[in-house]
């Protein structure tokens, strides 16, 4: 599975969107991108997934470049609640396909 | 939908002790649960990958007979801690990957072993 490349931390006002960039320059045609993110304490919560469109859910929204070496998540209004560790992953399709967890980003949402 | 849980949430132990933690996935089936390992302030670990009704797939440096794990059914695996020491007080978290063709995993809430 390819690797990614994300900031070690961020901050965003609160009511702000907030944009949480991921690099993985040599993801494979097959492989997905998968956000998740990890409230303190908490297991990690699933956010959004992609191959090469953009999605949006009520969580978030992903944008995909065409090239599909990076991405971007995007919270449209953070709250407080958003504070936590953001993990992009890159995962291979079919049950197998193991996530690995890299060191993520941590977003600060501040008042 | 898609809700995993784990029991216990906590647990405290002592020495030499095993531990058994189990990961249910209460409304749907999965063929294939994983198993991590958290310490503090730093990311998931993968443990193992269980596979319902065969062996588990232990990831390098991680002990098969130290980390016990079962998966007897769709909907259950265990992870055995077997004679804890302190060095393996953490957060352990599993996760379970409906059977069906979703490309999503859902998490558990996890357990927090302390071993004295």
């Known amino acids: 599975d390819a690797k990614t490349t994300q900031p070690t931390s961020m901050d965003c006002a609160e009511g702000r969107a907030a944009n949480l960039p991921c690099n993985h320059s040599?993801?494979?045609?097959?492989?997905?991108v998968y956000w998740y993110r990890q409230i303190h304490s908490q297991g990690p919560q699933y956010i959004i997934h992609?191959?090469?469109n953009n999605e949006t859910n009520e969580m978030a929204s992903l944008i995909i470049t065409e090239d599909r070496k990076s991405s971007t998540l995007i919270l449209p209004h953070a709250t407080l609640r958003d504070t936590a560790v953001y993990y992009c992953?890159?995962?291979?399709?079919?049950?197998?396909?193991?996530?690995?967890f890299g060191q993520g980003t941590t977003l600060q949402v501040k008042p | 939908g898609a809700v995993v849980s784990q029991h216990p949430s906590w647990v405290i132990c002592k020495s030499g002790t095993s531990v058994k933690i189990e990961c249910r996935s209460l409304d749907f089936q999965a063929t294939t649960m994983f198993w991590y390992r958290q310490f503090p302030k730093q990311s998931l670990m993968l443990m193992a990958t269980s596979n319902e009704g065969s062996k588990a797939t232990y990831e390098q440096g991680v002990e098969k007979d130290k980390f016990l794990i079962n998966h007897a059914s769709l909907t259950l695996s265990t992870l055995t801690v077997t004679s804890a020491h302190p060095e393996d007080s953490s957060f352990y978290i599993c996760?379970?990957?409906?059977?069906?063709?979703?490309?999503?995993?859902?998490f558990g809430p996890g357990t927090r072993l302390l071993v004295l």
């Open positions: 992953i890159v995962k291979g399709s079919g049950n197998t396909g193991k996530l690995i």
């Open positions: 992609g191959l090469k």
């Open positions: 040599t993801i494979s045609g097959n492989e997905y």
């Open positions: 996760s379970a990957h409906p059977s069906g063709g979703t490309e999503t995993q859902y």
